[in-house]
């Protein structure tokens, strides 16, 4: 018998729903893609993107590949421990940690990220495309990135 897993409560956001089609010989297909980003507020974060025909089951597949594929972030209290500039593709994000009490000044996929992650006081700039998906995935390679400094006495 297997002991009773507890549930860990994930903050969720669907950060694009995007409609998709394909040609096949009896006419369009169409479906639905959705980006999902999923954390737990402690600093493990996730992104996944599910498929299907209707926007619910799309979520679900796009949640559970999430839940599985969570990186957890290295945090220096409540904010990151070093500036970080990646570049993923066209995207390209700058992460720089700030004082408490700064909040989190990011913009929309950065922000959605970022707050999954339990982050609650950071600075950051998309600098390049304007495309949402593409910024989600490089503010999680940044994360991901992110290396613990330990001072030396």
């Known amino acids: 018998m297997k002991p009773m897993e507890v549930q860990q409560e994930y903050f969720e956001r669907v950060v694009q729903v995007n409609r998709v089609s394909k040609k096949t010989k009896g ?25 299907a025909a209707e926007v ?6 796009a949640t559970s590949y999430a839940k599985k594929h969570l990186i957890t972030v290295p945090l220096k209290g409540r904010t990151i421990p070093h500036t970080i500039l990646v570049k993923n593709g066209a995207a390209e994000v700058l992460l720089k940690p700030a004082p408490v009490g700064t909040g ?12 999954a992650a339990g982050i609650h006081d950071i600075v950051s700039k998309i600098l390049g495309t304007k495309n949402q998906a593409s910024n989600v995935y490089a503010t999680l390679e940044a994360l991901g990135k992110l290396k613990n400094i330990k001072k030396e006495v």
């Open 27 to 51: 006419g369009d297909k169409r479906s639905l893609s959705v980006l999902v980003v999923v954390g737990d507020r402690k600093g493990r974060v996730g992104v996944g993107l599910g498929k």
């Open 56 to 61: 619910q089951a799309a979520v679900r597949k």
């Open 104 to 115: 989190v000044i990011a913009g929309g996929a950065v922000r959605v990220v970022v707050e």
